[in-house]
């Protein structure tokens, strides 16, 4: 006697052979429209049926001599591998899971959907008790017949709040902390100069020090509009890596350094080394005396040095011939928090032509450098956004000091 999986296959494949010629051109809109959710609900129906045997067709796999039924199916059907194996873990779950594995017989719930509930379901911690595993799959079935896989698993990740939220909590704490833990264990952090202006930093660090520090970035780059053209410049787009790359530079320069750990017996400090000709100059080079062990971010620029020694806690140590120390320039160089507070209330924002960079992301700078006799005193100094106070620090650009002690940038000719 032939058995009636087999027996209703057969018939199946009758039905199928008696439409082979049938053209669906001369379908109407509405039949067309019909015909393909009938369809897709006896496709499911079909296919659960093929894994409700495959569920139980172990013996098959060793008659075969194969590993398992996954594998003999992927040779006999000349399908791939993989996806035999994701069937066979399917059809595995469904024979344990009957609400989900009725919802799919009837047509209720396709194999994405089943495929997504499934996941949701194995993702449940393991110490939940049984009875809220079957509330959750009876949940996440009925919302099958409103949502698809991707808004299935996304409602998965927090059907314990819907099903038993006194377990939700706990749960998600342990959870939480195991990745946490994690986290900590897997943290990296690399930085590699590659030697031609730029240095490369990757790692890998905790989720919340990751958002801790794309709140501060925000506070850089919005509403900040860096590279704020000037008068004489056209606008341009500025790529939003790149606004985030000066974000995160700025972002070091507004470190509190007397917040920072003490090492080496003094404070966090930058010793840059400059001879007095090119601390005077528009060209030259500076020294930077301490870089990280390892690294060569030893050189840069006397106007990038010029402009450190307005904002950054560095050290400047100034040589003259014979590499004789000139001047060891103490912080006090730097606007004091007093001072930059009053020159927030001058000032209010960027003094460059046309900036409207307001001053709490603005930079104190000197108006007469300090390397040629300026002062650190309210009267000398004024605020500039982080783009202008590059150009004033820039030997390409001059500064014109216009009536209202604004300045107004142009390249030099």
């Known amino acids: 006697m032939v058995h009636p999986i087999r027996v209703a296959a057969r018939e199946l494949g009758d039905v199928l052979k008696s439409v082979v010629d049938v053209n ?12 393909l959710v009938e369809l897709t609900a006896i496709e499911s129906r079909v296919a659960e049926l093929r894994l409700r045997v495959c569920a139980d067709a172990g013996d098959v796999a060793e008659a075969a001599g194969t590993r398992d039924v996954g594998v003999w199916a992927a040779a006999e059907t000349r399908r791939r591998r993989g996806d035999c194996a994701c069937e066979l873990r399917l059809a595995l779950t469904l024979a344990d899971r009957p609400v989900l594995a009725a919802g799919v017989r009837e047509g209720r719930v396709n194999l994405d959907q089943a495929r997504a509930i499934a996941a949701s379901l194995a993702d449940l ?17 009925a919302y099958a ?77 919005n509403p900040r509009r860096d590279n704020a053209p000037t008068p004489a410049e056209p606008v341009r787009a500025v790529p939003y890596g790149r606004k985030t790359a000066q974000a995160f530079c700025d972002l070091l320069e507004a470190l509190d350094p007397a917040r920072l750990p003490i090492h080496g017996g003094d404070a966090t400090t930058l010793v840059v080394t400059i001879s007095l000709t090119s601390l005077r100059e528009r060209l030259g080079t500076a020294t930077l005396g301490n870089p990280a062990p390892g690294e060569s971010h030893d050189r840069i ?50 003094r460059a032509e046309g900036c409207q960079i307001p001053a709490a992301w603005c930079e104190a700078h000197h108006r007469d450098p300090w390397s040629t006799g300026g002062r650190t005193d309210l ?10 106070h590059h150009r004033a620090h ?18 030099r000719t």
């Open 145 to 221: 017949a409103t949502y698809g896989p991707i808004e299935l698993r996304r409602l998965g990740r927090r059907i314990l709040d819907v099903v038993a939220p006194e377990v939700a909590e706990a749960a998600e704490a342990r959870k939480l902390a195991a990745l946490e833990a994690s986290a900590h264990e897997r943290m990296r952090l690399r930085i590699h100069a590659l030697g031609d202006g730029t240095t490369r930093i990757s790692g890998l660090i905790p989720d919340a020090s990751a958002a801790r520090l794309a709140t501060y970035l925000h506070a850089f780059t």
């Open 379 to 388: 009267a000398d100094g004024m605020l500039l956004c982080s783009h202008h």
């Open 24 to 35: 669906p051109a001369f379908m109407d809109t509405a039949d067309k429209a019909a015909a």
């Open 301 to 350: 620029t006397a106007a990038e040095a010029r402009r450190l020694a307005c904002t950054a806690q560095i050290v400047p140590a100034v040589l003259g011939g014979d590499s004789e120390v000139l001047d060891l320039g103490r912080s006090q160089r730097l606007f004091t928090r007093a001072q930059r507070r009053a020159l927030a209330l001058r000032d209010r924002e960027c």
């Open 394 to 411: 820039d030997g390409h650009f001059a500064a014109d000091r216009l009536a209202n002690g604004d300045l107004r940038f142009h390249r």
């Open 125 to 141: 911690p393991s110490g939940v008790d049984e009875a809220v595993v079957d509330e959750a799959e009876a949940a996440l079935v």
